[in-house]
């Protein structure tokens, strides 16, 4: 049964399929925006398919499309990164019900939840990390 694409929180967009995620990862490749004509060059399906399936993903919000004569020009509007967290947090709330960095460290050591000591040392470790990222 084909489930239904549902939001990714907490961005509010929606999944790719597998060939919309290649056509995003060649926008992703160039963030101030890529020609539709250099995008069209990479891949083999026929023109409308290609159009398509970048209409689909500015509709789910991924892309900015602005006209440039013939074509457009995509930017994408999100990272790779941030589309991928965002993916990821969705589908461990939807398949496992964990919704907290604490649920996940706990089922990744096979528990439901964790010691109070547990709990401070990993919101230490979360500390330095968005240390570090913040430098």
């Not at 694409?5 to 101030?32: N, R, V, Y």
């Not at 026929?46 to 457009?72: F, M």
């Not at 967290?85 to 706990?106: D, P, V, Y």
Request: proline letters at 3%; one cysteine or more.
């Amino acid at each position: 049964m084909k489930t239904p694409q549902k939001a990714l929180e907490p961005l509010g967009i929606k999944k790719l399929s597998k060939t919309e995620m290649q056509f995003m990862e060649m926008i992703w490749e160039h963030p101030d925006g890529i020609k539709s004509e250099d995008i069209y060059a990479r891949f083999d399906q026929a023109l409308g398919t290609k159009s398509t399936i970048l209409h689909r993903i500015a509709k789910k919000g991924l892309v900015t499309a602005a006209r440039s004569g013939k074509h457009h020009i995509y930017i994408p509007k999100i990272t790779k990164e941030e589309y991928q967290r965002a993916f990821f947090r969705e589908h461990l709330e939807r398949e496992f019900g964990i919704t907290s960095f604490e649920g996940l460290a706990a089922a990744f050591c096979g528990r439901t939840k964790l010691r109070q000591k547990e709990k401070e040392r990993i919101g230490q470790l979360l500390e330095e990390l968005n240390k570090d990222e913040a430098e």
